[in-house]
């Protein structure tokens, strides 16, 4: 039993690669430092936009005011006339008004005319 056992190490080590032939392995070092790298590009390409975009949308929704004529993400278009801070309540039609959650709003259009983000990026061009 033990000469098998002694044979299969002997075998194990003779198909190890050696230092002077190819295969050789990398320093955990490197790995680690390409492991970071990928961490980094990950971050600066996804993370970092979408974290802006969802506060650009936060901020859409916190700041709808009465007046302002909106869309939802299933095509309902209508005015704001109240609002909570979960939903709103939206004039569709003479007469038909629909509340709405604050979630289902998709694109807001200021009562003077622009849409938010008009209004942040052209201020000063204009002038």
Do not use: C, W
Not at 7 to 12: E, K, P, V, Y
Not at 52 to 67: A, V
Not at 91 to 96: D, F, L, N, T
């Amino acid at each position: 039993m033990f000469n098998y056992i002694s044979f299969l190490a002997s075998q194990a080590y003779a198909m190890a690669p050696s230092g002077g032939e190819g295969g050789q392995q990398g320093s955990p070092m490197m790995t680690f430092i390409m492991m970071g790298g990928f961490i980094l590009i990950l971050y600066i390409f996804l993370l970092r936009p979408q974290k802006k975009q969802q506060q650009e949308r936060q901020k859409m929704l916190d700041s709808i005011q009465k007046g302002d004529r909106i869309q939802t993400s299933g095509g309902l278009m209508g005015t704001v006339t109240a609002s909570d801070p979960r939903e709103l309540t939206v004039r569709i039609a003479p007469e038909v008004r629909v509340k709405i959650a604050r979630t289902a709003i998709v694109a807001v259009q200021r009562s003077g005319g622009e849409t938010p983000a008009n209004s942040n990026k052209d201020s000063g061009e204009n002038s």
